[in-house]
């Protein structure tokens, strides 16, 4: 039997006889395991009819990104009657060079695009086809002219899917339960959250999405789909995935969740409560669960020490059930939004959050505030000694909005200090931070001073 191969400056078309077929499952159930940190597990239960003795079963759906030594096969029927001798993960695909390499020290004939007829025997393939004549003589092809190869056969040992291949001795004939499992690179997810923040800003509506990319290299059909929330360990962690693209729509969440969450082991288990389809180089995004509306507090924070002028504005809340959440927060990236008079939606700025359980804190940071500003400076510096110095600092808060605000203030210290004098009062959040929450009247300035002692 012949097979041809067509080439073309910018593509080639195979034509070629259909590899014997895999063993065919006659039910299968899928499942699968996605993690942040570019990482599936697949678990696939098929039931399969096997002969008693020696013989070869093959899987040839699965990703080209697996990793063929995270693969384990078993007989659920028959666990102690069925043995795998050997396995092996084939995945040398077809191509138009495969198949000229395959040919090399064999006869072929070529055909150029000008309608002339080569053969002869195969020595060389790459930029030009070298071939031998039956007289001896030795011809070059550009291999750019060749728009047809004629070879006698196909070639043995080459595929069209990545394929796991298993050498099993059976001691039981019939059909037996078979299941199999493997990691794959090419595969994750990560969370995205909406929050809409209401006229007042004293709630916010928390929707939570779910983003799951699959370039593992192949589909997944009617699968059982878990997410595995938290930082899981690896010795070699496969390649990241990386995303094409800036921002996705989203719609209005579920009324009803269509996650199921539990704690498992040190991590939080999402598990779809439905089948569902993720194909190969899709992006599918799900509800995690319905919208949440909880309090919020604006914050007006300034760290002058890190940006002299500009006073950062925060959205804190407590992912508390009182407060309308008490949800396991996976790591990601949350927008917020405001509803304008015309009930439009503006888009006010996104921060990261990362794992956050139930009732902590989540600060986000939005943007920075256009009509307060700050200003910071040293005006005062004594060497006491060796060992001592003392500064004195200086805070200006300017306030050009319409009504009060409090302010933040941020100020980082070191070692051994003592704070000395202070014009307002101030809390040590810890042995390095200070925090002063400064009022700051409407169209004024407040001024905040301190003296600090430093021994070393």
Not at 374 to 396: H, S
Not at 413 to 420: H, K, N, P, T
Request: glycine share 6%; proline share 4%; hydrophobic share 35%.
């Amino acid at each position: 039997m012949k097979s041809s191969i067509f080439f073309t400056s910018l593509s080639c078309l195979f034509l070629f006889p259909v590899l014997a077929p895999d063993s065919r499952a006659q039910g299968k159930h899928l499942s699968i395991t996605v993690y942040q940190n570019n990482l599936g597990l697949i678990h696939d239960v098929r039931k399969m009819d096997l002969k008693a003795g020696d013989q070869q079963i093959r899987f040839t759906d699965v990703p080209s990104s697996i990793d063929p030594t995270s693969v384990h096969f078993k007989s659920l029927s028959a666990p102690d009657q069925v043995a795998v001798l050997e396995q092996n993960y084939e995945y040398d695909l077809i191509s138009a060079e495969k198949i000229l390499q395959k040919y090399i020290d064999q006869v072929i004939q070529l055909f150029t695009k000008e309608g002339k007829v080569f053969e002869g025997k195969l020595l060389s393939t790459g930029g030009n086809v070298v071939l031998e004549k039956k007289d001896g003589g030795i011809q070059s092809i550009a291999m750019m002219n060749v728009l047809n190869v004629d070879f006698p056969e196909l070639p043995a040992g080459l595929i069209t899917r990545p394929t796991l291949v298993w050498h099993l001795l059976s001691e039981k004939a019939g059909t037996h339960t078979i299941e199999t499992s493997y990691l794959t690179g090419g595969i994750g997810w990560h969370a995205e959250y909406v929050a809409l923040v209401n006229k007042d800003e004293t709630t916010l509506d928390l929707s939570a999405w779910v983003s799951i990319q699959n370039q593992s290299g192949t589909d997944y059909e009617g699968a059982k789909l878990k997410l595995v929330a938290g930082d899981v360990h690896r010795i070699t962690p496969l390649p990241p995935v990386y995303h094409a693209y800036e921002e996705l729509a989203m719609e209005k969440a579920a009324t009803a969740p269509q996650f199921k969450e539990k704690a498992f082991f040190e991590y939080h288990l999402y598990t779809l409560q439905r089948a569902a389809t993720i194909k190969n180089n899709q992006i599918k995004q799900l509800s995690l669960f319905p919208t949440a509306t909880t309090s919020v507090k604006k914050i007006y924070e300034y760290d002058g020490s890190k940006n002299e002028k500009k006073i950062n504005v925060k959205l804190e809340f407590i992912n508390a059930e009182k407060n309308g959440l008490g949800l396991p927060i996976p790591a990601g990236k949350v927008r917020v939004y405001k509803s304008d008079e015309d009930q439009s939606q503006i888009f006010l700025g996104e921060d990261q959050v990362d794992h956050t359980p139930k009732d902590e804190k989540i600060r986000l940071y939005v943007g920075d505030a256009f009509d307060i500003v700050g200003e910071r400076k040293q005006i005062n510096y004594k060497q006491l000694g060796d060992r001592a110095r003392e500064e004195t600092w200086q805070i200006k808060l300017r306030n050009h909005k319409k009504e009060d605000v409090e302010i933040l203030v941020i100020e980082h210290v070191w070692g051994d200090c003592e704070i000395r004098e202070s014009s307002h009062p101030y809390h040590k959040k810890d042995a390095n931070t200070l925090e002063f929450l400064i009022p700051v009247k409407k169209d004024a300035e407040t001024i905040v001073k301190y003296t600090i002692l430093y021994r070393w």
